[in-house]
Nanobody, 123 residues
């Protein structure tokens, strides 16, 4: 059974940092591109960051460039999202996702999803 399990969310003050983790199991995710999306209350799910299966290429949404960093461990089965200089507008449920092939900004192209972890940034 394929599972993506996020952790690391919580409440943080503006300007602070959090590190999210996504543990993948059930298949060899080292050959999958991985991504983070987020969904504020009442809004659509949007792209945050993605990383290729090799870890060699990454991509970021405009709202988080220069503040967030995505990485994956050597096994390829755990992906991290380091979030610095957090702002209240970063408040959302953050989801981990995986797809076979290249990463993409398109939420519809991902095959597997985690249950999400809440990140709340207070002003």
């Amino acid at each position: 059974q394929v599972q993506l399990v996020e952790s690391g969310g919580g409440l943080v003050q503006a300007g602070g940092s959090l590190r999210l983790s996504c543990a993948a199991s059930g298949r060899t995710f080292s050959t999958y591109a991985m991504a983070w999306f987020r969904q504020p209350i009442g809004k659509e799910r949007m792209f945050v960051a993605a990383i290729s299966s090799s870890g060699g290429t990454t991509g970021y949404g405009d709202a988080v460039k220069g503040r967030f960093s995505i990485s994956r461990d050597k096994t390829g089965n755990t992906v991290y999202l380091q979030m610095n200089s957090l702002k209240p507008e970063d408040t959302a449920v953050y989801y981990c996702a995986a797809r076979s092939g290249r990463w993409t900004y398109d939420v519809r192209q991902y095959d597997y999803w985690g249950q999400g972890t809440q990140v709340t940034v207070s002003s």
